[in-house]
């Protein structure tokens, strides 16, 4: 099993312009979750979703959607990027959603917005 | 809105000391998550607790949840500088089924 993989692993962009995380898993998941972590503040949770064709908003969903059309896939989008959204993206899949299962991360993207 | 407040944000030790690390909150959670996280990599568990007072060893490792499940605490026994990194507490809630963070320790131990 590969895990959560995402990618890129790094990318630079230009205030404005929009671009896809990719992040997949192979455990056969229903619980997927994007988090942003910035220094001193931890992961905070962007969208999650429960299942194919299920998304929420986690505690900072603005500038950024969510789709989960298949178990394994659940992209981040950036719909128009600005600074604020310099950080480090993670992905992370769990089997029982928050309920006190382990949950697998992939190894990050590290977004650069100038 | 649930809040995990973890102590210290740093600690910069020697091997072979002690140290604690705390993760606290006004909320009730119904697992308390530890995480050790290395520089250009994702979290990975290190445990789960789950009932008030629980206790649980990891090696070197001493995990605690509080008995009303608002806190919980890590201790390390003679550090190693293989016990450098981030340590991230993570509360879960079985109402809305998702984990709260704490914003991380980040411990450095000198050989």
């Known amino acids: 099993n590969a895990g959560v993989t995402q990618t890129p692993k790094f990318q630079v962009l230009k205030t404005g312009q929009s671009m896809t995380l990719q992040c997949a898993q192979d455990?056969?998941?229903?619980?997927m979750s994007w988090y942003r972590q910035d220094p001193g503040m931890g992961l905070r949770l962007i969208h999650y979703?429960?299942?194919?064709?299920?998304?929420d908003q986690g505690e900072v969903p603005n500038g950024y959607n969510v789709s989960r059309s298949t178990t394994e896939d659940f992209p981040l989008r950036l719909l128009s990027a600005a600074p604020s959204q310099t950080s480090v993206y993670f992905c992370?899949?769990?089997?029982?959603?928050?309920?006190?299962?382990?949950?697998?991360f992939g190894p990050g993207t590290r977004l650069t917005v100038t | 809105t649930q809040l995990l407040e973890q102590s210290p944000q740093f600690l910069s030790i020697q091997e072979g000391e002690n140290l604690t690390v705390y993760c606290n909150s006004s909320?009730?959670?119904?697992?308390l998550q530890w995480y050790r996280q290395e520089p250009g990599e994702g979290p990975v568990l290190l445990v789960t607790?789950?009932?008030?007072?629980e206790v649980k060893k990891l090696k070197r490792l001493t995990f605690q949840f509080g008995d009303a499940r608002k806190d919980s605490s890590l201790h390390i026994t003679a550090a190693q500088p293989g016990d450098t990194g981030l340590y991230l507490c993570?509360?879960?809630?079985?109402?809305?089924?998702?984990?709260?963070f704490g914003q991380g320790t980040t411990l450095q131990v000198k050989p």
């Open positions: 993570a509360g879960g809630s079985s109402n809305t089924g998702k984990l709260i």
């Open positions: 455990m056969n998941h229903e619980y």
């Open positions: 909320s009730v959670f119904s697992s």
């Open positions: 992370a899949s769990d089997p029982q959603g928050g309920q006190g299962s382990e949950q697998y």
């Open positions: 607790v789950v009932t008030g007072g």
């Open positions: 979703s429960v299942g194919a064709g299920i998304t």
